[in-house]
């Protein structure tokens, strides 16, 4: 088996919590991968990266890392605006590519991206972790062996306090800030999984803070026969369940979005039919980096997991809503 060579772009917070997991991936012999090199804007910061993470070679900018030739995948952490033009510099010198949610800031970018990677004949896939866990793979098997029958409505919840800080990409509209791109994209993409990537009616409610971005948001998207519901911010803690109601009995995620706690079907009359708690191995990445991993060797240019389809649907439904709430990054 081909040992695959990984390296990270950008060294930022969520960079630090995938490096992690790549290492821990790196430690099952099986898996045959490394995570070779990371880059970053500064020579220092990524050389102070590298150190802490136990990563064999440094840049000091990110067109250094793409033209390493002994790397196969690069996983872009940067933040939401940045994505469409380091993709490309990724998938132009050759890179299979994870990228991370949101994929890109609207539909047409993510388009030019998947485009360009089948012309290349490479993997591309949005980082949609959520999708790759166990507990939400198990609450899509029971949906989809129909053990809560016809589904009726999902309502799913993701906040979270962060304090205000203009210097916060999370705030700041020029580099894709905002509720709905940072937190939605995750409810969002769990009511798609379970009733379709094209609702018939989507409504967007949200409040826009100080730097014009919104803070928090609720979106219904009214499909023929169901309902789906969001809501997420920046402004509260929050219980980030997830329900699945049917008209034979419901799914209930607790803390669903961090899947560690326990995920039950009951049945129509309140019963509990099943329940489990299917803890993360590592720290929740390692299942997406095995999937990246799998399709590559394979020879996959995207996961069945993630589709390109669904990726494309979700960021337009995003779009929708961003010009609902008056959100312009451009
Ligand atoms: N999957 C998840 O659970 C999860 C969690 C959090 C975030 N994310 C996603 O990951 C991405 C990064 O989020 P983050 O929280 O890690 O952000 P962050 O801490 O702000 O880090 C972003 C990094 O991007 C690089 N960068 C390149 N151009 C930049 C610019 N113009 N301004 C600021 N930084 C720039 C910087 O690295 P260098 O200076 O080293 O180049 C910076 O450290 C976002 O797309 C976000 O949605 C995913």
Same mark, same amino acid.
């Given at each position: 088996? &081909? &040992?695959?060579? %990984?390296?990270?772009?950008?060294?930022?917070?969520?960079?630090?919590?995938?490096?992690?997991?790549?290492?821990?991936?790196?430690?099952?012999?099986?898996?045959? =991968?490394?995570?070779?090199?990371?880059?970053?804007? $500064?020579?220092?910061?990524?050389?102070? !990266?590298?150190?802490?993470?136990?990563?064999?070679?440094?840049?000091?900018?990110?067109?250094?890392?793409?033209?390493?030739?002994?790397?196969?995948?690069?996983?872009?952490?940067?933040?939401? $605006?940045?994505?469409?033009?380091?993709?490309?510099?990724?998938?132009?010198?050759?890179?299979?590519?994870?990228?991370?949610?949101?994929?890109?800031?609207?539909?047409?970018?993510?388009?030019?991206?998947?485009?360009?990677?089948?012309?290349? #004949?490479?993997?591309?896939?949005?980082? =949609? %972790?959520?999708?790759?866990?166990?507990?939400?793979?198990?609450?899509?098997? %029971?949906?989809? $062996?129909?053990?809560?029958?016809? *589904?009726? =409505? *999902?309502?799913?919840?993701?906040?979270?306090?962060?304090?205000?800080?203009?210097?916060? #990409?999370?705030?700041?509209?020029?580099?894709?800030?905002?509720?709905?791109?940072?937190?939605?994209?995750?409810?969002?993409? !769990?009511?798609?999984?379970?009733?379709?990537?094209?609702?018939?009616?989507?409504?967007?409610?949200?409040?826009?803070?100080?730097? &014009?971005?919104?803070?928090?948001?609720?979106?219904?998207?009214?499909?023929?026969?169901?309902?789906?519901?969001?809501?997420?911010?920046?402004?509260?803690?929050?219980?980030?369940?997830?329900?699945? /109601?049917?008209?034979?009995? #419901?799914?209930?995620?607790?803390?669903?979005?961090?899947?560690?706690?326990?995920?039950?079907?009951?049945?129509?009359?309140?019963?509990?039919?099943?329940?489990? /708690?299917?803890?993360?191995?590592?720290?929740?990445?390692?299942?997406? *980096?095995?999937?990246?991993?799998?399709?590559?060797?394979?020879?996959?240019?995207?996961?069945?997991? *993630?589709?390109? $389809?669904?990726?494309?649907?979700?960021?337009?439904?995003?779009?929708?809503?961003?010009?609902?709430?008056?959100?312009?990054?451009?």
């Amino acid at each position: 088996m &081909k &040992k695959l060579n %990984w390296g990270i772009l950008a060294t930022g917070k969520i960079a630090e919590t995938v490096a992690k997991s790549m290492k821990y991936m790196e430690s099952i012999k099986e898996n045959n =991968m490394e995570l070779l090199a990371v880059a970053s804007r $500064s020579a220092d910061k990524a050389e102070d !990266f590298a150190k802490r993470h136990g990563v064999k070679r440094a840049y000091g900018s990110y067109e250094e890392l793409v033209s390493d030739p002994d790397i196969d995948v690069v996983y872009i952490a940067t933040p939401m $605006s940045c994505h469409y033009e380091n993709a490309k510099l990724c998938l132009n010198a050759g890179k299979h590519v994870l990228c991370e949610k949101s994929v890109t800031i609207n539909a047409g970018e993510f388009k030019e991206l998947i485009d360009l990677a089948k012309e290349k #004949r490479l993997f591309f896939m949005e980082a =949609m %972790w959520m999708k790759c866990q166990p507990a939400f793979k198990k609450a899509k098997e %029971w949906a989809e $062996s129909g053990k809560v029958g016809r *589904i009726k =409505m *999902i309502k799913a919840d993701f906040s979270n306090v962060v304090p205000f800080d203009e210097n916060d #990409r999370l705030f700041i509209k020029n580099l894709g800030g905002g509720a709905i791109l940072d937190l939605g994209v995750y409810p969002i993409t !769990f009511v798609c999984t379970f009733l379709g990537t094209r609702p018939e009616e989507i409504h967007t409610y949200s409040h826009i803070g100080k730097t &014009k971005v919104d803070f928090d948001n609720s979106i219904i998207l009214k499909y023929k026969d169901a309902y789906g519901i969001t809501f997420c911010g920046f402004d509260f803690e929050n219980e980030n369940k997830a329900i699945i /109601v049917g008209d034979k009995g #419901r799914i209930v995620m607790g803390n669903w979005f961090h899947c560690t706690a326990e995920t039950t079907l009951y049945d129509d009359m309140g019963n509990v039919l099943d329940k489990q /708690v299917l803890p993360f191995k590592f720290n929740g990445y390692e299942y997406e *980096i095995e999937e990246v991993n799998k399709c590559i060797r394979e020879e996959k240019l995207e996961s069945d997991i *993630i589709t390109h $389809s669904d990726t494309f649907d979700i960021m337009k439904i995003m779009e929708t809503c961003l010009n609902q709430a008056d959100v312009k990054f451009k």
